[in-house]
């Protein structure tokens, strides 16, 4: 199935092993792979000059430390090609320390067909994650990529830019074979619970969340908005005390920013528990609680 056409883009980030050199060596193989090398600036610079790149018609992003089946393009592109798919997504496998294991995502524990759904519907469920807002399990038109890039300089940046990138597609299809297998046991990602407990990690978050916020106000999906506000409170919340004991803190720009958002919603009305509603009336009114609660909260992780 594989033809000239096909081109792979090897990016390495700064990396500060033999992947460079690897990434050569396939270079060097296969007329159709592509490596550019840059210093190291993160996930959504890499993949910004990779979409720069892209000459095809369609993408598919593959993390460094993932892989995919043999036959994902084989299994994907003909059915772009028949039914003029804008987005297609498929399922995915997880590597955990107890071997490979399906993903159940959302829908499928609501017994939702998403090939039943019409554009709006599909749109709203990418707003309420119930669409998983990965890059990764899905094959893309290029075309719908014109004018969007990656949010530089934070994480979580698929979180970000799934609504958008919906808000480009008319026509978005799923099929049940998983073709891609996810790493969940390294350490380093992302999303490791390592890395969650700093508040810069939950600030890329915060900010992803009011993304779906403002795309939800701008459709008019009135339970997407709510869904998508209520996050970012919680969020906000979290990293007004983890920031005290974060291996990496947010700036003083971005804290007033996390400020500004919880006084402007101070009235909006939260099923918080107790302990929440302590915390969200601390962040407003006396932030030493708020550096109690965050030191007994390190202090536990760091036993």
């Known amino acids: 199935f594989l ?5 792979i883009l090897l ?9 460079g050199r690897i990434c050569d060596m396939y270079n060097r193989k296969d ?11 993160g ?3 890499a993949r910004n000059k990779a979409l720069m790149k892209a000459q095809g018609k ?16 084989e299994k994907t592109i003909p059915k772009m ?6 987005i297609l997504i498929f399922q995915h496998n997880e590597i955990t320390i107890n071997g490979i294991v399906p993903f159940i995502n959302e829908c499928e524990k609501k017994n939702i067909d998403i090939n039943n759904l019409t554009i709006k519907e599909i749109r709203k469920l990418i707003l309420m994650d119930e669409i998983s807002n990965l890059m990764w399990n899905k094959i893309y038109k290029k075309s719908i990529w014109e004018n969007l890039q990656f949010p530089v300089g934070y994480y979580y940046e698929d979180l970000y830019i799934c609504p958008e990138l919906f808000l480009h597609a008319e026509n978005v299809k799923h099929i049940s074979k998983a073709l891609y297998y996810n790493n969940r046991i390294n350490p380093q990602s992302t999303t490791s ?7 810069f990690n939950r600030y890329s978050k915060f900010r992803a969340y009011r993304q779906h916020e403002e795309i939800a106000k701008q459709l008019h999906v009135t339970d997407a908005e ?14 007004m005390y983890k920031n005290f004991y974060s291996a990496k803190k947010i700036t003083r720009e971005e804290f007033d920013d996390v400020i500004s958002y919880l006084y402007k919603n101070k009235g909006y009305s939260l099923d918080l528990g107790l302990k929440d509603r302590i915390l969200r009336w601390s962040a407003l009114n006396c932030i030493n609680i708020l550096q109690v609660y965050g030191y007994i909260g390190h202090q536990i992780k760091n036993r």
């Open 43 to 45: 996930q959504s610079v």
């Open 31 to 41: 007329s159709r792979i592509y490596t550019y090398h840059q210093p190291n600036m």
């Open 58 to 73: 369609y993408i598919v992003f593959i993390d460094a430390d993932d892989y995919v089946a043999n036959t994902l393009l």
């Open 81 to 86: 090609e028949k039914d003029d798919i804008d």
């Open 3 to 7: 033809s000239l056409e096909n081109i």
């Open 226 to 239: 709510k869904w998508a506000k209520e996050k970012s409170i919680h969020e906000a919340i979290k990293i």
């Open 193 to 199: 619970s390592i890395n969650d407990e700093n508040s």
């Open 11 to 19: 990016i390495d980030d700064g990396s500060t092993d033999n992947s």
